[in-house]
């Protein structure tokens, strides 16, 4: 489930030293979210349906555990979404993004050079992604 939680976050992977997304940045639209809510909620139906609480060790109920308050809080925030600050003189994506690519982007061939002259571009975004974030567009 990590890996698979893992792909609506190219950002994440690239922090990780991952290159499987390398060319997209991550997707931060309400429709993303509620994408990321839907496969958390899958993945909590699937979790419930293969294990018994009571019959896991105690690593495995506190796994058990986080990823059931994991979808709670994402459900939770989810309402709120929209009436935080976007940014600060200290985060969001004027920071993050510059921070990625300036120490966790590697350029090391032609294709990571492209994908980290453009990591804007629309056909660049990650899936499900329409847009590419306007703030980075040429």
């Known amino acids: 489930q990590f890996e698979e939680e893992l ?15 390398y060319d997209q940045i991550d997707d931060y639209s309400l429709d993303a979210t509620d994408r990321e809510i839907a496969w958390y909620q899958q993945s909590v139906e699937e979790l419930k349906a293969s294990f018994v609480y009571d019959e896991l060790d105690a690593e495995g109920q506190t796994s058990y555990d986080f990823w059931e308050y994991r979808l709670g809080r994402l459900e939770e925030s989810r309402e709120f979404s929209l009436q935080n600050y976007p940014m600060s003189q200290l985060r969001g994506p004027h920071t993050r993004l510059p921070r990625t690519m300036l120490n966790y982007h590697d350029v090391e061939s032609l294709a990571d050079m492209e994908a ?3 990591p804007g571009n629309p056909d660049h975004a990650a899936p499900g992604c329409d847009h590419g974030p306007t703030i980075w567009r040429r």
């Open 7 to 21: 792909r609506f976050s190219p950002t994440q992977l690239t922090n990780l030293g991952r290159r499987d997304l």
């Open 116 to 118: 980290y002259n453009d």
